[in-house]
């Protein structure tokens, strides 16, 4: 059986949809690996089924809670964070995302973990395939004792032998009776198994514990956890974990809240402590202060007799004015007394008398008076009577008396006068020294006094503040409102086809994916497509890949099949006919490929016998003399040939050989293999050859050897007006395109069109399947 080839000759192709992928292709494409989808969609069905029966279904369990904020209190119940920040962290604001972040911490889960040992798995073999999970009812438990991580996963079965007593199944001292409670140690670590109060219902029952890494089976709790906040700015978030088993997932996220809740109030009850030692230490140390404050302040004023500093000051104002009142009226009488005295030192008694006013002696005033009355007396007397008479001898006694009894008066009352002024004076002098020591003792005692008051007044407020951090101390509660308890959510319906969904894209995925990466190994041309995009060649025609009985198609017309395929190359000799020259008489085609085995031979044979067909002289040359295959086709000797002609050994006439079948089509064979072939295509002998046949025939086909391997068919191409270029589908490879568009942008073959072979599925490569037309 050959294989060959069907055309499916169409002009290329120019509208602006080049770049959309053509599904009718891909479906042909594809198509032939039928058998490939069957199995594969069968494969992953039944495992869906086996998932579906044997994989219990995983749950959503969920919980809701509710992150009261401090800020959302009355504002009797606040604390004022501008006024007690540091000390009121007990009460301090919470922030949602920070709480989310807290609720997926190591420390949290990590207590859960321990708390329900969810490290270790306990479950029943129930049949082959399918175990019985004993999570919260299971006889025993394991207790890791102590072990190094990480901890590589595996897995003890445990026969119950009864109350007391069980086997190791699986170990190497399987017959070994161990008792619960007993240590063992192992690659694990140190370890035993307790029983609990059910374990007489599964006597001689086997339980096998899975045990995992704990910090692994925290990290995957970390990862599998969603904490999501509903809305913002609410503080609302919902908790929830996937789990096939209920109750092990509703009490995970019960006690996940629960060491939660905890944490935080054992958090704010760690900080109302420190605060409070705070408080009370500070409060020890103010009290301290404060009673040096107030014994400072209480020296200060003894050290300089002060009381009260404003009213101090006004009675040394008063005690001023008092005293200058006093030290004016004694220096008043000491005038007078003076103004007595020169009057009582003067000679005479002509004079009158001083004026006692102001004198608050009253003797000395009554002595005045006398002595001017007597003066009076006399100067009466003088009127009448003469200096010298006796009558003044009495009056002057008497005067003379007087001013002794005066002068004696005045000295007594002007030595008191004078100590008393001098007692004032100092009086006035220490009055005016302390009124100048008044605002300095003030400014002290001022700022002693602030010190005191401030000093106080935080005394008081941290008394406030301790009172308060003690109530919530004392009646510590958490922020955290438990809105919904764990709960399980509806499995959603499309969980359950889910399996099958992801079999179905397996079932496609999987052929799809081996084809292409096939594709992609193998690296071979495809479709008409990416030759047009990659080399710039027009795709003339298009053959489908069958297999023939016969190499030239011809030689089967009762074969409906073959119907077709003699229609496609009368479509191609029609499509190479309007490529000839207008006016030309005869036209010479070079048909050539990249590589063997690519149809070219096939091609150059059917396409001569139909040009013979439609009464066109036809002469197709074996230029192949490494793998001449023309000869075979037709069943023709191989010598004498073309090599034998131009080497000189026999004439053109023993060259040219007729078929019998196709009366319009002449073979030259290859001829005898020679080393210089290609420098006897450079002579003239082989031009006058060529145009020769020109001249005789209408079509002249050279079949040449691949233009990659070998340059005969650039040497030929200067003697020919058209080239097709073979290029087979799923066997040329892509790397060849930049050879052919050099080829075709350099112009080194003439006219050059592409010829698509091999095509499978008698489709085109555009995805159309061929009509029976001829069938119908």
């Known amino acids: 059986m050959i294989n060959q080839s069907i055309a499916n000759n169409k002009y290329p192709q120019t509208n602006d949809n080049n770049d959309v992928i053509n599904l009718r292709t891909l479906l042909a494409r594809y198509g032939n690996y039928w058998p490939l989808f069957a199995f594969s969609f069968a494969i992953a069905i039944a495992g869906a089924l086996f998932y579906h029966?044997?994989?219990?279904?995983?749950?959503?369990?969920?919980?809701?809670?509710?992150?009261?904020?401090?800020?959302?209190?009355?504002?009797?119940?606040?604390t004022s964070l501008v006024d007690f920040q540091q000390l009121d962290q007990v009460n301090a604001p919470k922030v949602v995302e920070n709480e989310m972040e807290i609720l997926k911490s190591n420390q949290i889960i990590k207590q859960v973990v321990d708390y329900f040992q969810l490290w270790a798995n306990y479950k029943i073999k129930r049949g082959l395939l399918k175990d019985w999970d004993i999570y919260g009812i299971s006889p025993i438990?394991?207790?890791?004792?102590?072990?190094?991580?990480?901890?590589?996963?595996?897995?003890?079965?445990?026969?119950?032998?009864?109350?007391?007593t069980y086997i190791l199944t699986g170990d190497k001292n399987d017959h070994v009776k161990h008792h619960f409670g007993d240590v063992m140690t192992d690659k694990i670590g140190s370890w035993s198994i307790t029983a609990n109060n059910n374990i007489k219902h599964y006597v001689n029952s086997v339980v096998e514990v899975g045990i995992k890494d704990p910090e692994t089976t925290i990290l995957n709790y970390q990862n599998?956890?969603?904490?999501?906040?509903?809305?913002?700015?609410?503080?609302v978030i919902n908790i929830s974990v996937n789990d096939y088993n209920v109750e092990r997932g509703e009490d995970f996220i019960n006690h996940l809240i629960y060491f939660y809740r905890q944490a935080e109030v054992t958090e704010k009850n760690r900080i109302a402590k420190?605060?409070?030692?705070?408080?009370?230490?500070?409060?020890?140390?103010?009290?301290?202060?404060?009673?040096?404050?107030?014994?400072?302040?209480?020296?200060?004023r003894s050290q300089n007799e002060l009381t009260d500093v404003n009213a101090q000051s006004q009675i040394y104002l008063q005690q001023m004015q008092q005293n200058g009142e006093k030290l004016n009226d004694i220096n008043t009488q000491l005038n007078i007394i003076y103004k007595i005295e020169d009057y009582l030192n003067q000679s005479g008694n002509n004079s009158s008398v001083p004026s006692t006013l102001g004198i608050t002696d009253q003797h000395l005033v009554d002595l005045v008076q006398k002595l001017s009355d007597v003066q009076l007396e006399r100067n009466r007397l003088l009127a009448t009577l003469p200096e010298k008479n006796p009558a003044f001898e009495p009056l002057n006694n008497q005067i003379a008396a007087l001013k002794a009894a005066i002068k004696e008066n005045i000295k007594n009352i002007k030595s008191s006068m004078l100590t008393t002024r001098q007692s004032l004076q100092g009086f006035k002098s220490t009055v005016q020294s302390s009124i100048k020591n008044v605002p300095v003792q003030e400014h002290q005692l001022a700022g002693m006094g602030r010190q005191q008051s401030n000093k106080t007044a935080l005394y008081n407020y941290l008394l406030q503040q301790r009172e308060q951090i003690s109530l919530t101390y004392a009646s510590a509660a958490s922020?955290?409102?438990?809105?919904?308890?764990?709960?399980?959510?509806?499995?959603?319906?499309?969980?359950?086809?889910?399996?099958?969904?992801?079999?179905?894209?397996?079932?496609?995925?999987?052929?799809?994916?081996?084809?292409?990466?096939?594709?992609?190994?193998?690296?071979?041309?495809?479709?008409?497509?990416e030759i047009e995009q990659n080399t710039g060649v027009t795709v003339l025609a298009e053959?489908?890949?069958?297999?023939?009985?016969?190499?030239?198609?011809?030689?089967?017309?009762?074969n409906k099949d073959n119907f077709i395929l003699i229609e496609q190359f009368r479509h191609l000799r029609s499509r190479l006919t309007s490529l000839n020259p207008p006016g030309s008489k005869s036209a010479a085609t070079l048909i050539t490929s990249s590589v063997a085995n690519e149809g070219k031979s096939f091609i150059s044979s059917n396409l001569a016998v139909a040009l013979a067909n439609a009464s066109k002289k036809t002469v197709l040359l074996e230029m192949d003399i490494y793998k001449p295959k023309i000869s075979k086709i037709f069943d023709l000797p191989g010598t004498p040939g073309l090599t034998d002609y131009l080497k000189g050994k026999v004439d053109i006439q023993k060259v040219v050989q007729n078929c019998d079948q196709y009366p319009n089509l002449?073979?030259?064979?290859?001829?005898?293999?020679?080393?210089?072939?290609?420098e006897l295509l450079d002579q003239e002998l082989f031009r006058n050859l060529v145009e020769k046949l020109k001249a005789e025939y209408d079509h002249v086909l050279f079949d040449t050897p691949p233009v990659h391997s070998i340059n005969d068919a650039i040497t030929l191409a200067k003697h020919c007006c058209n080239t097709l270029y073979v290029v087979r589908y799923n066997h040329t490879s892509k790397t060849l395109f930049p050879f052919i568009q050099k080829l075709h942008a350099e112009e080194l073959l003439p006219k050059m069109n592409i010829i698509f072979n091999g095509l499978t599925g008698g489709r085109d490569s555009e995805g159309f399947k061929y009509e029976n037309y001829y069938k119908k």
Not at 146 to 164: A, C, E, G, V
Not at 285 to 299: D, P, V
Request: charged share 20%; net charge positive; proline share 6%.
């Open 53 to 78: 029966k044997y994989v219990p279904p995983t749950y959503e369990i969920m919980a809701t809670l509710e992150i009261q904020d401090i800020k959302d209190n009355s504002p009797a119940e606040k």
């Open 543 to 558: 053959f489908s890949f069958l297999r023939l009985a016969s190499p030239i198609i011809f030689n089967d017309k009762n």
């Open 479 to 529: 922020n955290v409102r438990l809105v919904d308890a764990a709960h399980i959510l509806p499995l959603k319906t499309s969980k359950k086809y889910i399996p099958f969904g992801i079999a179905f894209l397996f079932g496609l995925l999987f052929p799809v994916g081996f084809i292409h990466g096939k594709d992609i190994i193998k690296n071979a041309v495809n479709s008409r497509k």
């Open 274 to 300: 420190n605060t409070l030692q705070f408080i009370d230490n500070r409060l020890d140390s103010l009290s301290g202060q404060l009673n040096n404050a107030e014994s400072k302040i209480e020296g200060y």
């Open 224 to 235: 599998s956890l969603k904490i999501e906040a509903q809305q913002k700015p609410a503080t």
């Open 141 to 164: 438990k394991i207790n890791l004792l102590n072990y190094s991580t990480p901890i590589t996963p595996q897995k003890l079965q445990f026969k119950i032998i009864d109350t007391n």
């Open 666 to 678: 002449s073979i030259i064979s290859s001829g005898e293999f020679i080393d210089d072939f290609s």
